[in-house]
């Protein structure tokens, strides 16, 4: 990742239970960094990946209240005494910081601009850094986020991703919060062109009904995720066997 006269330091981490991509942004010139929705099972291996890079972690950023994993930014603050970050409308009392929209937070000479964008819940933020943009569960590669719980609104996201994120230039970067087909990148001119849910020209109302009539699956685990992650990443301490690997220490997590 290339950012105008600063050195960006940049990795894209995957885990597999949950498909979620995780972002170590670090500056090349102070040695600081973040990472925006690291996953707790993967911490030891995030914090290996800061330390080969000769880098210190300062900040742990979340795009949103998270239904699919429990985060680890409250580990990595035992651990590396990272600050927390949260989204201000996410109302996590153990937060050391409330996300405001267009408020930079920096870390050495990278600025991560906040871009408020709900939808997909009432509390979801994306990311600019430079010509890249992290767009968590907004955006996807070639779709969106679901709009059926945590307060979402499918009008809501179509507006945060026509209005906002697709007024990014062309060839800003699209860096999603997951992907479950092995695609790792996108560009704004080509979600914009091309993505079958909000792209071309996908009127709000045919997404709102789209939407709609997703029929998806309630999330298996987001009775223990949301509450986990009000608290900064708590894991139960009593799950169901099919769901141990959520919070259990993985060996090999291979990076996306």
């Known amino acids: 990742m290339r950012r105008g006269q600063d050195r960006v330091i940049f990795r894209q981490l995957f885990d ?35 330390r080969d890079l000769g880098l210190n972690l300062e900040w742990t950023v979340e795009t949103h209240i998270h239904a699919d994993h429990i985060t680890a930014a409250r580990q990595l603050r ?8 949260f989204p201000a409308m996410s109302g996590v009392g153990c937060a050391d910081l409330a996300i405001e929209d267009g408020v930079p937070l920096r870390v050495g000479g990278v600025e991560l601009i906040p871009m408020y964008t709900p939808g997909h819940t009432d509390d979801h933020f994306a990311y600019r850094v430079g010509d ?3 767009t968590g569960d907004a955006l996807l590669i070639d779709g969106c986020g679901r709009t059926d719980f945590q307060n979402g609104n499918p009008a809501a996201l179509y507006h945060s991703i026509r209005e906002r994120l697709f007024k990014l230039p062309d060839d800003c970067r699209v860096y999603p919060g997951h992907d479950y087909n092995g695609r790792r990148i996108s560009t704004i001119a080509q979600e ?28 298996k685990f ?35």
């Open 16 to 50: 597999q239970t949950s498909s979620t991509y995780t972002y170590l942004v670090g500056c090349e010139d102070t040695g600081s960094a973040l990472l925006i929705d690291p996953v707790y099972p993967n911490w030891e291996r995030d914090l290996t990946v800061l």
């Open 78 to 85: 035992e651990q590396a005494g990272s600050r927390v970050a």
């Open 132 to 134: 890249n943009v992290f």
């Open 192 to 219: 914009r062109s091309r993505n079958p849910r909000v792209g071309g020209e996908r009127s709000e109302e045919e997404f709102i009904t789209l939407m709609q009539n997703l029929d998806l699956a309630h999330p």
């Open 222 to 256: 987001i009775d223990y995720a949301v509450p986990g992650n009000r608290q900064c990443g708590v894991c139960p301490s009593h799950l169901p066997e099919d769901m141990a690997r959520y919070c259990a220490q993985m060996t090999e997590t291979p990076q996306g």
